[in-house]
């Protein structure tokens, strides 16, 4: 949840909260409560299924990369300050395009 919308994009001084778990009921907000902007769920539908999660900002801010497997690149070069990984699958990163590096 993030105080912003487009998940706090460029405003990276703003409230976010995230929560994770298996049929999870939240009782409270916390601090952020009342100032919801904007909501997304990281991952496949199926919180099991093995995705790489990058995001622009620091606490899953921003705009997002994700992948559900193999991608010899990434749309953006030396994109993300913060990941979710989903799944149990080990992901290997390469510095350069192609597997490399």
């Known amino acids: 949840m993030y105080e912003d919308p487009s998940f706090n994009r460029g405003q ?3 409230q976010v909260s995230y929560a994770w778990g298996k049929n999870l009921k939240l009782k409270d907000l916390g601090k952020i409560g009342g100032k919801v902007s904007s909501i997304r769920y990281s991952g496949d539908e ?3 299924t093995n995705s790489i ?3 622009e900002g620091a606490g899953f801010m ?3 990369q994700y992948f559900f497997k193999d991608a ?3 749309d953006y070069d030396n994109f993300g300050k913060s990941i979710i990984l989903t799944g149990c699958k080990p992901w290997t990163l390469y510095e350069k395009k192609n597997y490399s590096g």
């Open 53 to 55: 999660n990058f995001y």
């Open 62 to 64: 921003g705009i997002e």
């Open 72 to 74: 010899p690149s990434m």
């Open 46 to 48: 199926s919180f099991d």
């Open 12 to 14: 990276y001084n703003k």
